[in-house]
């Protein structure tokens, strides 16, 4: 049994498998992969597309998808061990997870930190409880990583590209008032370094940093494929001959805890919203973003509009991987 809780457990050739398949299935959607088989898809954060895209493929694959809102139409769900449960939960993930198991075949989480303690937060204990008493596979929707996204993202972009190895790749940072989830940030840089691109981190200044476990990867990844790894503050040298502009926004980890301080520090950065002028610096890079975006505030009109933009088909390309991931799991 093998849960995909993040693609850092996965080798390029075993992701290969799983994309070379969803190209497949993007030809031929219709077929009975799944017949007889179950996922319990549980949210504990708001989804479009992830839930969408999940539902509609197993459909697709004569598969059954059961949705739950824990907290909402489920049962609130402890995950401290050893505790007296005298709070808001009415059940412990030791039996969720172990009765959900007994009825379906995959269970698929998202859950996203609780942006009080990043040091807390960056355990992943809800996906990690739930992978630990589970009997089958453990998929996940995003927590502080979104593997899905990954696969959709490389899937588009070889689309475009073919092969990946050595393309010029920007991870930048964009504007947001609030202070959001690093999980697609993580995931651009582990992702990005695994198929052998030189990488590239732009942010505002050291206080947004990823996690060093993220950097870490990256930069060991970049090694092992002869490529180069980079974090920059400079907005032109950054984008600078690029081939790929990848966006999103996250709060500074080290005002994490603190969302009106991290917002106020985002204020100070809306210049890095993805722009025009900033993609013609771009060796005519193609700009994608996981979605949702915030039409200009994360990126204007016209980079949204443009013939270069991939936002939509990368989204499409959800429904296509985990139809693959799901096959090659169950
Ligand atoms: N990109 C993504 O996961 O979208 P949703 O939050 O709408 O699922």
């Not at 722009?275 to 193609?286: P, R, S």
Request: aromatic share 10%.
């Amino acid at each position: 049994m093998k849960h995909f809780l993040s693609t850092n457990d996965w080798t390029e050739s075993e992701i290969q498998e799983i994309l070379n398949f969803a190209k497949k299935l993007k030809k031929d959607p219709y077929q009975p992969l799944l017949k007889n088989k179950s996922v319990a898809m549980l949210f504990f954060n708001p989804s479009s597309r992830t839930r969408t895209s999940f539902e509609v493929g197993i459909s697709e694959l004569s598969g059954k998808a059961i949705v739950l809102q824990p907290g909402k139409d489920a049962w609130p769900i402890e995950f401290e061990e050893n505790i007296v449960m005298d709070g808001a939960a009415e059940e412990h993930v030791k039996e969720v997870a172990k009765v959900l198991a007994e009825y379906c075949d995959c269970i698929a989480i998202r859950a996203f930190p609780l942006f009080k303690n990043w040091q807390k937060d960056r355990l992943d204990n809800v996906i990690k409880s739930f992978a630990k008493y589970s009997s089958v596979p453990v998929v996940n929707m995003e927590t502080i990583e979104h593997p899905c996204q990954e696969l959709a993202h490389i899937l588009t972009l070889q689309e475009h590209y073919g092969d990946l190895k050595g393309r010029d790749y920007l991870l930048t940072w964009t504007y947001h008032p609030r202070p959001l989830n690093t999980a697609v940030a993580n995931s651009s840089l582990m992702i990005a370094s695994k198929f052998g691109m030189n990488v590239t981190l732009l942010c505002p200044s050291e206080d947004y940093l990823l996690d060093d476990r993220y950097l870490k990867r990256a930069k060991e990844e970049c090694e092992k494929a002869g490529s180069n790894f980079a974090v920059s503050h400079d907005i032109e040298r950054a984008y600078s001959g690029k081939e790929i502009v990848y966006a999103k926004s996250w709060g500074s980890l080290v005002n994490y805890g603190n969302p009106e301080i991290q917002s106020a520090e985002n204020e100070q950065h809306k210049h890095f919203i993805v722009d025009g002028q900033k993609m013609n610096l771009t060796n005519n890079a193609v700009f994608s973003h996981c979605l949702p975006l915030r039409r200009n505030i994360k990126a204007t009109d016209e980079v949204m509009d443009a013939k270069y933009c991939l936002a939509v088909k990368e989204a499409a390309n959800r429904k296509h991987v985990q139809k693959s991931l799901l096959t090659n799991i169950l």
